[in-house]
């Protein structure tokens, strides 16, 4: 009895103060008195404060990357010469790229590069294998094939250009060994010239392929390969039927990166090694594009080889996601 005139007496402030107990769910009311805020409101509290910190990322991304890509879409269907641009469908692409007389050769330069890089990855695939099988100077083979990357396009496209000229000191060593019948401008052939360029781009993506791959090696399942050593396993079987399958996802990582390498990250190789040429021996798509929109003026041109390079560069992204994706569920 006494107590519940207590109750009756104690006032509205007492009745407020007690009410989250009894509120349906346990839940606190949404008055401003309650002090505390709801899970729903803090959830919505930081995503905004976390779409404000990223708006400024997303708007440098519009302006500089998907604002440009609209209109270069939009240059490649017209004859844009800088200043006024006319609707001329898909001539840029037909008659500029497709039925152009230089197309078929700059496809077959670009398909070149990518096919050789196979080779390239299973040399390092195989230097990688003899690195983590042994032990004395380890870490600095490592270092070693590691130092191309470590050096820029230029670097590497201006000393190869030095090395493989017609007085060059590899025409200088063929001659000083009773080679010099070989002797030659590597560069001003249409065929060497190819070849050089091939062979200093597998070159100088040996050793960070050398590096992944002897990465996987390392941190596979070692007591697979030492079960498969008791059951006497060894040299070539150890090889091709243990090691390989165990870094076979490290492998399509370093063909997939590689080889889209080959199609957009050339460039400063071959302009500093061989402008291209001679003639149009030596370009590739990236190059085709620099070369009709700077040297020949043709923007709109470049603008369709753009896109053309962006369509062929998406086929390795998405190989490189399925690939992400298939190792996932393995």
Not at 65 to 89: E, K, M
Not at 162 to 189: C, K, M, T
């Amino acid at each position: 009895m006494t107590t519940d005139l207590r109750r009756a007496t104690a006032g509205p402030s007492v009745a407020r103060r007690r009410s989250p107990v009894g509120a349906p769910g346990g839940r606190w009311p949404s008055g401003r008195g309650s002090g505390k805020i709801r899970p729903q409101a803090m959830i919505r509290q930081r995503q905004l404060w976390g779409r404000l910190f990223v708006l400024p990322a997303v708007v440098l991304v519009a302006l500089l990357i998907v604002l440009p890509s609209i209109q270069g879409l939009y240059y490649s269907f017209t004859d844009w010469n800088g200043r006024s641009a006319n609707w001329v469908g898909l001539d840029n692409y037909i008659n500029g790229i497709f039925l152009s007389p230089d197309f078929g050769r700059i496809a077959f330069n670009s398909l070149c590069v990518v096919i050789s890089v196979p080779f390239g990855v299973a040399l390092s695939v195989i230097v990688a294998n003899l690195l983590a099988n042994s032990t004395w100077g380890r870490a600095w083979f490592r270092g070693i094939y590691f130092l191309p990357i470590a050096l820029s396009w230029v670097v590497i496209g201006i000393t190869f250009a030095y090395l493989l000229s017609g007085r060059g000191p590899i025409n200088a060593l063929l001659s000083a060994v009773g080679l010099g019948l070989f002797s030659q401008d590597w560069l001003g052939g249409e065929t060497s010239a190819l070849v050089s360029i091939i062979l200093v781009f597998n070159w100088s993506y040996f050793g960070i392929n050398v590096v992944l791959l002897f990465t996987g090696m390392t941190t596979a399942d070692q007591s697979v390969t030492e079960a498969a050593r008791l059951d006497g396993a060894h040299g070539i079987k150890m090889f091709t039927n243990i090691v390989i399958p165990q870094v076979r996802r490290y492998i399509e990582l370093a063909l997939i990166m590689t080889m889209a390498a080959a199609i957009t990250q050339i460039f400063a190789l071959i302009y500093t090694m061989t402008s291209g040429g001679p003639g149009v021996a030596t370009t590739t798509l990236e190059y085709a594009l620099y070369t009709r929109s700077f040297s020949l003026g043709h923007f709109s041109q470049g603008a369709a080889f753009g896109i053309l390079l962006f369509l062929v560069s998406l086929v390795f992204a998405v190989m490189r996601l399925r690939a992400g994706v298939k190792a996932d569920d393995d």
